[in-house]
């Protein structure tokens, strides 16, 4: 049955199975709005994709809880019962498209993708593919024997690509498992600082986006990156400022307003206290000379 069919969300809930082992009961597609929020624990078993943007998912089971930033050609597998969370991005909002299933087979389906403790984040899929296959199941909704073999075909091959992802995996060393989420957690979180470079950066804000208590946050981001993140985004700021003095005639009124500082003064004991010369001085001595 057919819920919903606009440009930003659709929804089907459906029933198309092979025997008892597997069925499909809904897929959609959902653009999400700056900072959408989801939670829920589901009956049934889900696999959803990132096709634009960047989610931030939580993942609960019992005291389990742990935290992964997906980007376009992302997804996850959660088995029901597992209660997770979503969010998406305020700066970058994502496009999420899912599939839900059931059935006795779902137990084969976890161990050749290698789902263990309840879910399974998948990296590197094929975007524009991911979106024919959900395109090609809501376009065969009506019910008919070829409606119903035509997405049996695109779920398979859905499944076929996570399990592509899921070669060489098995058994793989936990520790670089836990060294690739923090590289992945940095990576985004440097993103998000570089995207709103020109804007005061709150890092109460970044840990709330993150779903981290911020004392825990702070830690975390030192941990892994060897300095505070405030240092980090003065870094950033400073390393911005010296791009705009040699790169850019902008006047540095403006180019103190573009990184986020009420004023020039500020922006100038910043630039002062951390490059050892004045945003002018700098501009003189390393401005690119015209070789024409």
């Known amino acids: 049955m057919k819920k919903n ?31 959408y929020r989801y939670t829920e624990t589901r009956v049934n078993n889900i696999i959803q994709t990132v096709t634009k ?9 019992g005291s389990k809880e742990e935290k992964f930033t997906l980007k376009a050609g992302d997804g ?9 969370t979503y969010v998406s991005d305020a700066a970058e909002p994502c496009t999420r498209a899912w599939l839900a299933f059931s059935g006795s087979g779902s137990d084969d389906v976890f161990k050749s993708l290698n789902v263990d403790g309840g ?37 398979t091959r859905l499944f076929a690509r996570l399990a592509e992802k899921t070669v060489g995996l098995k058994g793989g060393d936990p520790k670089q ?10 990576d985004a979180v440097v993103k998000y600082i ?36 405030q240092r980090f985004i003065l870094d950033r700021k400073i390393h911005y400022a010296r791009e705009f003095c040699v790169e850019t005639d902008m006047p540095f009124s403006v ?28 501009r003189k001595m390393y401005r690119k000379t015209d070789k024409r």
């Open 5 to 35: 069919n606009d440009k930003k969300f659709w929804i089907y809930y459906s029933s198309f199975k092979i025997g008892d082992g597997f069925c499909v009961e809904e897929y959609g597609r959902h653009i999400n709005r700056s900072g």
């Open 53 to 61: 943007g960047i989610c931030y998912l939580t993942v609960r089971n």
């Open 76 to 84: 996850f597998l959660i088995k029901s019962g597992v209660e997770h």
């Open 119 to 155: 879910y399974r984040i998948f990296t590197g899929l094929n975007v524009k593919e991911t979106e024919e296959l959900f395109l090609n199941l809501s376009e065969n909704t009506n019910g008919t024997d070829v409606a119903r073999f035509n997405a049996l075909s695109a779920a």
């Open 177 to 186: 498992k836990a060294v690739n989420q923090m590289k992945e957690f940095v």
């Open 194 to 229: 570089d995207i709103h470079i020109k804007e005061k950066i709150f890092v109460e804000d970044i840990a709330i986006l993150f779903n981290y208590e911020t004392s825990y946050f702070y830690k975390l981001f030192k941990k892994h990156t060897g300095v505070s993140v």
């Open 255 to 282: 180019l103190a307003y573009n990184l986020g500082y009420n004023n020039y003064a500020s922006f100038y004991k910043v630039f002062i206290k951390n490059v050892h010369c004045s945003p002018e001085q700098y």
